[in-house]
């Protein structure tokens, strides 16, 4: 099994039932997208934050 990489970090506090409580891949992020969605706005709560794709380091060249 490869390792997906997080794409919701679960921010814990409280759990949407039907919802792993725990941080999302990309693939499971789009599967409950729509009820983590519905839960935010009728409660107000942030249960998940996306979490930002990290940039390769690679270093600039120098200009000459």
């Not at 409280?14 to 990309?26: C, E, Q, S, Y």
């Not at 729509?34 to 942030?46: F, N, P, R, S, Y």
């Amino acid at each position: 099994m490869t390792e997906q990489a997080t794409a919701l970090r679960y921010l814990g506090g409280a759990f949407i039932h039907g919802v792993p409580a725990r941080d999302l891949t990309a693939d499971e992020a789009a599967q409950y997208a729509d009820v983590i969605k519905e839960q935010q706005e009728l409660t107000g709560a942030m249960l998940y934050e996306p979490v930002k794709a990290a940039k390769a380091a690679t270093p600039k060249a120098k200009e000459e």
